[in-house]
Each structure stands twice: as structure tokens, then as C-alpha cells.
């Protein structure tokens, strides 16, 4: 793909791959039968459709960087190296069904469910057209299976187990999944959720996307033990996965979907990851402090989007082929951030925030006839 010297983190602007990884990114699947009978069965214009959200999730952060440099917002929370790990689970949903509860990195799954891609910039514009009227920039469509998260990390879980309790009760085919940080498995909110979901056998996913750092804070300070440990301590059964494998987190999804629908749920998907930048675009420096340039050059060499795309080359995919999925998401996006630009004209009434909306049933209803 196309590199943004002016936007992207240092380790990608002369990205190359590297043999080794790309070798060890096809094994990785190997390894594993059923993971290789997952992906065998994606033909090639699903194998394409991937490598189109990876591009589009990238490029609408780095539009949104763009923005903050030019003054249009005051900063951005990105998810640039922790795109496989969105794509990857989404895809391997079925959208038309399943629900998902997305944290704020993975704004990608907004568009993969059927979002407006020019929500993912309205909503930070706080325009009258944004997904929530200019209330919020978490945003979601209950319509679409995207419940909208907070910033309380760990809350999504109990509601993706409320959630995952309506289908089970109904005897419903589908799924309920959330994604929480490597830091609010330490939160106990996380483990309410996932001590019912075990208790009530519900068909839940949920995805411990450990990007290595809660907010300024590594891994290894900010709690005791492997984050295995924790579906282990709730008799939850677990399955790992390459983060920056989009191959990999798809099928781990698909397995662990397929449990939940055997009634073997909740499952609990630890995907190892790393934020290749800050909490958010006002202290990138401060999480360059935090961690040794080594760290950041060891998974600057695993670019989910460059890996991808080197391993589609691999397997004989033209380059030219490639080329045309980029300039039509590159179009995508852009097109997405202009029209968001031109809505900035459209503000709510302050009186909207308070009252619009916030009537008997009103988002409480939304949300029963989605799960209904």
C-alpha cells in the first residue's frame, strides 16, 4: 500500500517485508488444521474484501490524524497496527445477525457492519448528522448490530453477555462480541461479565485485544500473571491468535463463533497486538518514551496491512489487482471525510443533547427490537 510519510508511525514509511515473517505468516495457519480449513474455504474475493477493510480502517486514521494536524479536531484515537485484529473478527461474523460492541480502536468494524463510513468522521465533528446527533463520538447503530461503547473499559462485557442472553434464550443462531484492552481485563466490570456469561453458558465472544499498554501503562506493570490466566480462572476455554494476522484472527473467530453456536459459549479470543502509537495523537511522544525503540521496530516489521498484502502477492494475486482495491478505498475514504467536512455547518441545538431521544423507550427500545 500507498506510505504517509507525514502521518504514518516511523517503522512503516519505508515498510518492505520480510521473508521470514512472511513465510512464518502462512505456517501460522498451517500449523493448525481446523485454522487451515477456515481459511481454504474464503475464496478470493473474500480474501480481497479483507484486504479492502484493512485499507479503509488505516486510511480513516490517517485522515483523521490529517485532521488533527490541519486543525479540524483537536486529537484522535487511533488504532494503526491493531487493524487485523478488527477485520479479522468481524469478518468472520455474520453481519446480517450477530452483534458487536466495538472500543473506540476498533472503528473499523463500523463500516464492516454496514455503518456510513462518513460516521467514523461526523462523529467526531459532533455535526446534527452524526450517528448520535453531535452527543458523542462513540458511536454505533443498534439497526446494524453495533451496540455503541463508552469509555468505561470493561462495561462492554456484561452488556455483550446481556446481549448474547436474549439469543440463547430465544434459541437464536448468533453471536454477541466485544473487544476490551489488554488493561481492562484488570477493571471489575470485565469479570462480572464474564462470571455470568460462564454461569448462564451464553453465546458470547470476547476478544482481549492486548496491544501491550493500557493507556501509558505496560503490560507487565499494570497487573499479575498472563492474561491466559483469566478465562482459565472463569473455566472459560480460550484460543490465541497473531493479532497482526488478519488470516489468523479470522479463523480463531470463525472456531470460537462455531463453539458458541454448539453451545459451548462464552469463548474468550487473546489477540497479541501492539499500539503502534499514543492513547491518542496528543502524547505519541510520551508512548514513544514508554516502551524501547526495539519493541516498536520488532512489530514495525509486522505491519497487519503490509503482511497481508505481501502474503496476497504470495499466493499470486497481481499486484495489479491490489492497486485497484487500494484506489477505490483510497476513494472511499476521502470521499467519506469530504462530505463529513461539508455537514460541519449542521450543529444541534443545545437543548437537542438533553431531551431528543431521551424519551420513555427511546434507546431502550432501539436496543430490544435489534435483539428481538
Known amino acids: 500500500m500507498k506510505r504517509y510519510p507525514a502521518f504514518d508511525p516511523p517503522e512503516y514509511r519505508d515498510w518492505a517485508p520480510d521473508a521470514a515473517l512472511t513465510r512464518e505468516y502462512r505456517r501460522r495457519i498451517e500449523r493448525d488444521p481446523e485454522r487451515a480449513a477456515a481459511v481454504e474455504d474464503l475464496a478470493t474475493s473474500a480474501l480481497l474484501e479483507l484486504y479492502r477493510d484493512l485499507l479503509v480502517t488505516r486510511l480513516q486514521d490517517i485522515a483523521l490524524k490529517r485532521w488533527v494536524r490541519q486543525g479540524v479536531i483537536s ?15 468481524v469478518a468472520a461474523l455474520d453481519r446480517d445477525r450477530d452483534v458487536v460492541i466495538p472500543m473506540i480502536r476498533n472503528a473499523g468494524a463500523g463500516h464492516m457492519m454496514g455503518l456510513p463510513l462518513h460516521h467514523g468522521f461526523t462523529s467526531y465533528l459532533a455535526t446534527a448528522d452524526s ?51 489488554d488493561g481492562a481485563t484488570r477493571t471489575a466490570a470485565c469479570h462480572e461479565g464474564l462470571v455470568v456469561a460462564v454461569r448462564l ?53 470463525a472456531i470460537a463463533r462455531g463453539m458458541c453456536l454448539d453451545g459451548e459459549g462464552p469463548v474468550v479470543l487473546i489477540a497479541e497486538t501492539f499500539r503502534m502509537g499514543g492513547h491518542a495523537t496528543h502524547d505519541e511522544r510520551e508512548a514513544r518514551e514508554t516502551f524501547p525503540a526495539e519493541l516498536f521496530e520488532h512489530w514495525g516489521r509486522r505491519d497487519p496491512v503490509g503482511l497481508y498484502e505481501a502474503h496476497l502477492i504470495e499466493e499470486g494475486v497481481p499486484v495489479e489487482v491490489l492497486a485497484e482495491v487500494e484506489a477505490s478505498a483510497t476513494a472511499a475514504v476521502e470521499a467519506a471525510a469530504e462530505r463529513a467536512l461539508r455537514s460541519r455547518t449542521q450543529l444541534s441545538e443545545p437543548r437537542h443533547a438533553l431531551f431528543e431521544g431521551v424519551s420513555q423507550g427511546g434507546v431502550l427500545h432501539g436496543l430490544a427490537d435489534r435483539l428481538d
Open 131 to 181: 450517528p448520535s446527533g453531535g452527543r458523542d463520538f462513540h458511536y454505533g447503530d443498534i439497526d446494524r448490530g453495533v451496540i455503541q461503547p463508552v469509555s468505561h473499559m470493561g462495561t462492554s462485557v456484561p452488556v455483550t453477555t446481556g446481549a448474547a442472553l436474549a439469543f440463547r434464550n430465544r434459541r437464536e443462531p448468533r453471536v454477541a462480541l466485544t473487544w476490551t484492552g
Open 201 to 253: 453458558n451464553v453465546p458470547a465472544i470476547l476478544v482481549i485485544q492486548n496491544n501491550q499498554v493500557a493507556l501509558g501503562t505496560r503490560l507487565e506493570q499494570h497487573g499479575a500473571g498472563r492474561l491466559e490466566h483469566i478465562p482459565r480462572a472463569h473455566g472459560i476455554p480460550a484460543l490465541n491468535c497473531d493479532g497482526n494476522n488478519v488470516l489468523d484472527v479470522y479463523a480463531a473467530t
Open 75 to 89: 486529537k484522535a484515537w487511533l488504532g494503526v497496527g491493531e487493524e487485523a485484529v478488527t477485520v479479522g473478527c
